[in-house]
């Protein structure tokens, strides 16, 4: 939703300004020099990047204008699912748990907590621990060794799209000077025709420039920062999961552990522990 209100607010302040001093909108209307910037820019794209890159960057573009999903209610919702498994694994022992770390998209137990099991990524890092748990014979800091490699290859996965999207928004004001050189070379083969259309055909020229580097700082680098913080966002849940699993791997009763990973919750997404407490006692998320 802030992307939204921030790409009207960087499009009304540049025609807004613009039509403060005069300028007439049809100009900037250049639809070959979008062809010749964007054209040009997605080919860019495709020969830097493989496929499934590319497919990335459009998945975390759409990210952005969906919004970000770690919030309080979010996270409400993963400390409860986390004492709920602590609490059966405490309760059952941990070998009950197999059936449903070994297929926990048919776990009920995951079940009851949609928003996590749709996460397949976050679902099976924590699944994928709790199997070593039950397996046994490894010790709580190779398994947190085990999981910050996992969190550090997922980091750069993530962040792929992310640097090629970057790359992207660098290009483009190289793009728009191509754009417009492109312009100039067709004014200069123009030259001792009628004025009017000498001086249309600069002002074309000029705003392949201008588009480039607006598309540049105005969008594609926002868009590009924002992805950034959606995956620092990401990390920051991960962190939580991994918190709680090494504190219930040392011995924490399941409350314990679990107070244990809400203390990792960045600040202003971290539910009060009164909160916490009614959740997991069957309050609610």
């Known amino acids: 939703m802030f992307a939204i209100v921030g790409i009207l607010i960087v499009i009304g302040a ?8 005069h300028g007439h909108l049809a100009v900037l209307v250049q639809p070959a020099e979008l062809v010749i910037i964007g054209g040009a820019a997605f080919g860019t794209l495709f020969i830097a990047n493989p496929l499934p890159t590319v497919m990335g960057i459009f998945k ?31 309760k059952n022992s941990l070998a009950k748990l197999e059936p449903d770390i070994e ?24 699944c994928d621990t709790l199997r070593v748990l039950v397996t046994g014979g490894v010790q709580t800091h190779d398994l947190n060794e085990m999981m910050e ?69 105005g969008f594609f680098g926002p868009l590009a920062a924002h992805m950034t913080k959606i995956n620092e966002a990401e990390g920051n849940y991960y962190h939580c999961l991994r918190v709680a699993l090494i504190s219930f791997a040392k011995g924490c009763p399941p409350l314990i ?29």
């Open 14 to 21: 540049v025609i807004g300004g613009y039509l403060m001093e």
């Open 60 to 90: 975390g573009i759409l990210g952005v204008f969906k919004g970000n999903r770690f919030n309080k209610a979010f996270y409400l919702d993963t400390l409860k699912m986390v004492n709920d498994v602590f609490s059966f694994a405490r």
């Open 103 to 126: 297929d926990p998209d048919k776990s009920q137990l995951f079940g009851k907590y949609p928003k996590f099991a749709k996460d397949h990524l976050a679902l099976y890092f924590f």
């Open 149 to 217: 490699l996992d969190m550090e290859t997922h980091h750069h996965e993530s962040q792929e799209p992310v640097s090629a999207l970057s790359n992207v928004a660098d290009a483009l004001p190289g793009l728009g000077i191509v754009a417009a050189v492109l312009g100039v070379v067709i004014t200069m083969g123009s030259l001792g025709g009628p004025p009017e259309e000498i001086g249309h055909k600069v002002a074309a020229a000029l705003v392949g420039t201008f588009l480039g580097i607006l598309m540049c700082y």
């Open 257 to 285: 552990a679990t107070e244990f990973a809400r203390r990792a919750i960045p600040a202003h997404v971290r539910p009060s522990f009164k909160e916490m407490e009614k959740a997991c006692k069957g309050g609610g998320a």
